[in-house]
């Protein structure tokens, strides 16, 4: 499969083949099955640049899905995108929380150290495939503002566990210590960053918006605290943001979302920073 590129409109799925392809052999850890398929698509896929996101997805869905169907949890089904009433909430808000354009000037140090407490496990990562667990104070507190990805909620501890397939793993939701964030972002490149931040205060009636940042491309991931909800709840809020536009697939309490204040590395070379354009220092 790796020796024949995908043709268009067939990457996402050639990507999950592949993935599970080489999952299954055996003999590659889940960080080199990233790193091979970022290479492969680097050389290979010349109809459209493959995001992060996209191998990422793959990989988590070879790695982190049981070897026995039977075995797997029921999945959320969203809702699909409601582009009326997204429209909707839009025109009806005209009081922003913010303009989606302004950076506020906090750093990743200041970002990390309103969502995690000093000792608490935090997950990052300078590269989608290497994830680094340690806590504010012993590292991220110097480190932050250099790396691209940030694992929302803390973890229990910095050691491998073993994953939903069995096989060790640091950043899984095995190891979420607990959900304190949901992030929704808005990726739909026909959403300005004005009317994402109208969206994201419209939902913000329901949780406190904590922090939005500027992916470093053409979304806002926006944080929202759901600390002592049950899982339930938090559903219902993250459906509520599904239907208004924003990514399922952020749902992952483990997945990767951009450094508040980091920096995006882009394929040719360039580094843009991940600003933060929204921040509320009360919201814990």
């Not at 070897?67 to 959320?76: C, E, H, N, S, V």
């Not at 009806?92 to 990390?112: K, N, Q, Y």
């Not at 050691?159 to 972002?185: D, F, L, M, T, Y």
């Not at 009636?205 to 940042?213: D, G, I, N």
């Amino acid at each position: 499969m790796l020796e024949t590129p995908p043709e268009a409109g067939e990457t996402h799925r050639w990507l999950a083949r592949a993935a599970c392809g080489l999952a299954s052999s055996g003999v590659i850890t889940r960080e080199n099955c990233g790193r091979l398929l970022r290479d492969v698509c680097g050389a290979w896929v010349r109809h459209r640049q493959v995001p992060e996101r996209e191998i990422e997805a793959a990989v988590a869905l070879a790695f982190e899905s049981p070897p026995d169907p039977a075995a797997k949890k029921q999945t959320i089904e969203w809702p699909p995108c409601d582009l009326v009433e997204s429209a909707a909430v839009i025109a009806r808000c005209v009081a922003p929380l913010f303009d989606g354009s302004t950076d506020t000037g906090v750093t990743a140090a200041t970002a990390l150290a309103g969502l995690f407490g000093l000792d608490e496990m935090i997950c990052g990562g300078y590269r989608c495939d290497t994830a680094v667990a340690a806590s504010l104070e012993g590292y991220w507190g110097e480190k932050a503002g250099g790396a691209q990805y940030l694992c929302p909620n803390p973890l229990k501890g910095s050691a491998s566990v073993p994953n939903k397939a069995g096989k060790p793993a640091i950043r899984c939701q095995a190891n979420i210590a607990v959900r304190r964030w949901i992030v929704a972002e808005f990726d739909d490149p026909e959403l300005c960053r004005a009317d994402q931040a109208k969206i994201a205060t419209a939902l913000a009636r329901s949780l406190p918006l904590k922090m939005a940042v500027d992916s470093g491309g053409k979304s806002l991931h926006c944080w929202y605290g759901c600390g002592g909800l049950n899982e339930r709840a938090c559903a219902l809020f993250f459906a509520w943001a599904v239907s208004l536009g924003a990514d399922p697939s952020r749902w992952d309490p483990c997945g990767w979302v951009r450094m508040p204040g980091g920096l995006r590395r882009k394929a040719d070379g360039t580094a843009v920073r991940q600003r933060v354009m929204f921040w509320d220092g009360e919201v814990r």
